[in-house]
DNA sequence: TTTCAACACGAAAACGTTTTCGCGAGCTAT
DNA sequence: ATAGCTCGCGAAAACGTTTTCGTGTTGAAA
């Protein structure tokens, strides 16, 4: 077993200090041109790669971004990784990735854990049990101590940082108005609790979008759902009761169990109803029919946050506190689940 | 802004040493109780946290397993980091995950600059093209260099390390009998270009499933995709010209897409043909119908590697040359997808 | 011959810990 | 009175870097 080789051992080996090695790897002019060569190809030779710990000691940098986001299993989320990796890698940083699994508990402690100097920044997205406390001192605790943090989708104004989000109202409005272009009339909604901020933003552009038309919201067509498990019953009560020709779900697993259900009631999508998801995910584009959806493009997110926290972290020398929210563009992708009245 | 305090922050403030600011903090006897008080109180009130690096640089230790993966969006690789960051939580480890991107490239650079300090042990599955070129030394390297390796569901023989993976020729074996036992007899298969060693070893099982039923392998009814972006027509091409009953996919991409296009030819599923999948993501429990399909448990793939690497860095002292594969198991879900003829 | 610059290199500090060892003060026992 | 012991604490090394500063040697200029 071949352990790796420090710059002690190279020194020692080649009867040098170790000022001279380090200094003739970094190609130093202070260092003979002999001696650098014969460094290097030693080096070479033991294929001595320097100790990022040690460095990231020294320079008070860890090149690592943390990310806490509340589940990996959800396609969205992992596309949000998959773009924060791609501008994370392309300047050199690495990402540590932490779930909170929804907990505020485990947000803290991973918090905590990334804040004692093994990350440079922070990307995160709230637990829902997190926006649900309003408590988010932990956060605001490491902004204090100067690490930059920046928040996307499930984000919140009492904490003041760089931001990435969508504009889910306007987002969801944009559906809402196409699904009414389309000539329906009788528009529900399946929504979440409104404590989950972008369920809440969705509710409101679903309710400007009837209003601005002219159709009073009635408040029968609207369920709220708290936990996955059990909203199969009142999706199925509500397309039985209410006969209502569209659906606007918040996302696209409310989407696509709207059609399961709808298919067991012998209505047919979109023949007999329409329905719009929100979140292009693997679902929207393989279930059959396949669903018109909002897409948030969750890798430009992913990009752009990081990108903002990566600047943040270059700028360094004073730091500004004028902190941005980007919004991130949707578009509307019309599949085959809507069609026209 | 209130950066973090030091142990010599503290022992400046204190007039005391920083060795006794720091066995006070870890409760040394060598301490006199007074001294031990006031020390712990004036670290509380600053919220001094060791530093992690330089833990890290002391202990030689990181408390951190890096996760080489081929991509994130993709259910299966989320379920199994899940499982990953599970137990390495349960055991105060962090995660660093890297993204090859299918790149052999990318897999050797994310290897080596994790490998220089940064994590105590790898957990990783092949990307294609390290499968295809079949070169494995940057994996070797760092077993060489004292670092425990955990190979996943895309692993080789040529390294010698500890694995994780399901037997995929006996699943793909019963997916098939089970299709056989169903009544039917021309069973095509979908699966992908050879040097995918999974998709290999399921078209295996698929072969020896209709060998032991006495029913011949004919080559026309099995396809090989070599990327997803053409998957359609060569699948049309099957579902028109071979007559086939029954449907066996190594992925739930290929198995959803099949019963798309089979639709699309006016076939029913399940009526007019049944299809079988490999992974139980997303789709294959959200598509209508349902997809009936192999269920790899990523979760306690994920669980398990990280177990076995965790055991293997704590045992840490004589390093016992026996490797492990553990095979987790699988086991079939019966959904909508398929019938009985 | 003296002076001074250039050159080539080494010593040491610094990053933040933990831990071993040593040392002085105070006490007890002979 | 003195040896020896315990107690409480500090100095220093170690982990692996980088970088500043100092220093000795050499050669050239005066």
Same mark, same amino acid.
């Given at each position: 077993m071949r352990k790796k080789v420090t710059l002690k051992q190279i020194a020692k080996e080649l009867d040098v200090s170790i000022s001279t090695v380090s200094k003739s790897l970094r190609d130093s002019h202070e260092i003979s041109e002999d001696t650098r060569l014969k460094v290097q190809a030693f080096a070479k030779l033991y294929n001595y790669k320097p100790n990022n710990i040690a460095l990231s000691l020294k320079n008070k940098k860890t090149k690592t971004i943390g990310i806490i986001i509340p589940e990996i299993v959800h396609h969205f989320f992992a596309t949000v990784i998959s773009g924060i990796e791609q501008v994370a890698n392309e300047n050199g940083y690495n990402v540590i990735v932490c779930l909170s699994d929804e907990s505020f508990d485990k947000e803290v402690i991973n918090l905590e854990m990334l804040a004692n100097g093994s990350t440079d920044g922070f990307i995160m997205s709230l637990s829902k049990e997190t926006q649900q406390k309003r408590d988010f001192h932990h956060i605001q605790e490491v902004i204090n101590q100067g690490m930059p943090v920046v928040l996307f989708d499930r984000v919140t104004n009492d904490v003041f940082c760089d931001k990435v989000i969508i504009d889910d109202k306007q987002a969801a409005f944009d559906a809402v108005h196409f699904l009414i272009e389309q000539g329906? $009339?009788?528009?529900? +909604? =399946?929504?979440?609790? @409104? *404590?989950?901020?972008?369920? $809440? +933003?969705?509710? @409101?552009? *679903?309710?400007?979008? +009837?209003?601005?038309?002219n159709i009073s919201v009635d408040e029968e067509l609207i369920i709220k759902i708290e936990d996955i498990e059990n909203c199969a019953v009142k999706i199925e009560n509500l397309i039985k009761e209410q006969n209502c020709d569209a659906i606007f779900a918040v996302n696209e697993l409310f989407a696509v169990t709207a059609i399961k259900i709808a298919a067991k009631n012998n209505l047919k999508v979109p023949d007999d109803i329409s329905v719009i998801g929100f979140t292009d995910g693997i679902i929207s584009q393989f279930s059959t029919p396949s669903i018109s959806t909002v897409s948030q493009n969750g890798i430009k997110m992913g990009r752009k946050a990081a990108q903002m926290l990566i600047d943040r972290l270059e700028l360094e020398d004073e730091e500004d #506190?004028? *902190?941005?929210?980007? =919004? =991130? #563009?949707?578009n509307l992708i019309v599949r085959e689940s809507t069609t026209t009245k």
């Open positions: 329906f $009339k009788k528009i529900a +909604l =399946i929504t979440t609790v @409104d *404590y989950v901020s972008v369920g $809440k +933003l969705r509710t @409101d552009g *679903y309710k400007k979008a +009837l209003k601005s038309n #506190e004028h *902190y941005k929210t980007e =919004i =991130i #563009e949707t």
